[in-house]
Nanobody, 125 residues
Framework: QVQLVESGGGLVQAGGSLRLSCAAS????????MGWFRQAPGKEREFVAA????????DYADSVKGRFAISRDNAKSTVYLQMNSLKPEDTAVYYC??????????????????WGQGTQVTVSS
C-alpha cells in the first residue's frame, strides 16, 4: 500500500511558477512509476508528466513540454512537478499517482494503482 500526499498548489498569475510536491509513504517508492495528472472543471482528467519505473525515462504532455519538469528524490520518497510560465489553461486540480506502469502506458491514468487527494492550482490572467 502506498499513500500519496500532494502539496504546493495555490493561486499564481499567468507567467508565474509553482512547484508541486508529492510525498509517498512506504519503502517501495523506487519501484513505481510516478505520474502527475490534472483535471479542470467540466473536463476529463488528463496526463501531465511521468517518470518511468526505472526512473531514467520521463514523458510530458505536449501542452506542458518545455514549461513543466518532473523530478524525484528517492531518498525523500518525493516526486516534484516544477511548473513555469503558467497559463490560465493550466488551472486544475493536480493529482499525483503511482503504480507498476509499463513505460508505454505512462499516460494512461487507469494503469496507476495509487492516487493522492489532489492540490488546486489556479492561474489568473
Amino acid at each position: 500500500q502506498v499513500q500519496l500526499v500532494e502539496s504546493g498548489g495555490g493561486l499564481v498569475q499567468a507567467g508565474g511558477s509553482l512547484r508541486l510536491s508529492c510525498a509517498a509513504s512506504g519503502r517501495t517508492f523506487g519501484r513505481y512509476a510516478m505520474g502527475w495528472f490534472r483535471q479542470a472543471p467540466g473536463k476529463e482528467r488528463e496526463f501531465v508528466a511521468a517518470f518511468s519505473r526505472s526512473g531514467f525515462s520521463t514523458d510530458y504532455a505536449d501542452s506542458v513540454k518545455g514549461r513543466f519538469a518532473i523530478s524525484r528524490d528517492n531518498a525523500k520518497s518525493t516526486v516534484y512537478l516544477q511548473m513555469n510560465s503558467l497559463k490560465p489553461e493550466d488551472t486544475a486540480v493536480y493529482y499525483c499517482a503511482a503504480g507498476t506502469v509499463l513505460d508505454y502506458q505512462l499516460r494512461l491514468g487507469n494503469q496507476y494503482d495509487y492516487w493522492g487527494q489532489g492540490t488546486q492550482v489556479t492561474v489568473s490572467s
